[in-house]
């Protein structure tokens, strides 16, 4: 069982780009349509940049064409917090890890069936791992969610 933390301040300025800092420490917000997964389509999970603790699934990620990654559902509930947000004059839900607890984006209640629910994530809180490389990267426990996938690639 891998566990999981947050990176100390030194290791987190040492490993993360300026915006990636600025985003999961200081709650930024990334651009719209100027990330890195907002039309990312290859089979595998996205991990905390800070923690590598996994968070969403390639299988529940869709289109909202709001220009950020968006799913329908975390992958891994109980690494994923949910805060109450006030910025900005509104009120939404923000997203965290657990164990990093990195700021990851919001959710919205505006998302598809079967949750109704949109994750709206920034790219630059997450790591893709692509399915061919969930073994080696220690994440195999999750290779069975895409063998569906796998076998009807072959």
């Known amino acids: 069982m891998k566990t999981y933390r947050k990176l100390s301040e030194e290791e987190l300025r040492q490993q993360l780009t300026p915006a990636q800092y600025e985003i999961t420490q200081h709650a930024g917000t990334e651009p719209p349509f100027k990330n890195e997964f907002w039309d990312h389509k290859q089979d595998g999970i996205y991990v905390d940049i800070v923690s590598g603790e996994p968070l969403f699934s390639s299988l529940e990620k869709f289109d909202s064409g709001c220009g950020w990654p968006s799913f329908t559902q975390p992958l891994t509930s109980e690494n994923v917090t949910e805060h109450t947000d006030t910025k900005f004059f509104m009120v939404r839900t ?14 919205f209640d505006d998302g598809p ?4 629910l949109r994750y709206c994530i920034n790219s630059a809180s997450l790591r ?4 061919e490389e969930l073994e080696k990267e220690g994440y195999g426990e999750y290779l069975a969610l895409f063998k569906s996938n796998i076998q009807k690639n072959k």
Do not use: C, N, Q, W
């Open 94 to 107: 923000e997203v965290r890890s657990k164990h990093g607890d990195s700021h990851l984006g919001h959710v």
């Open 113 to 116: 069936a079967p949750t109704g």
């Open 128 to 131: 893709f791992i692509p399915v």
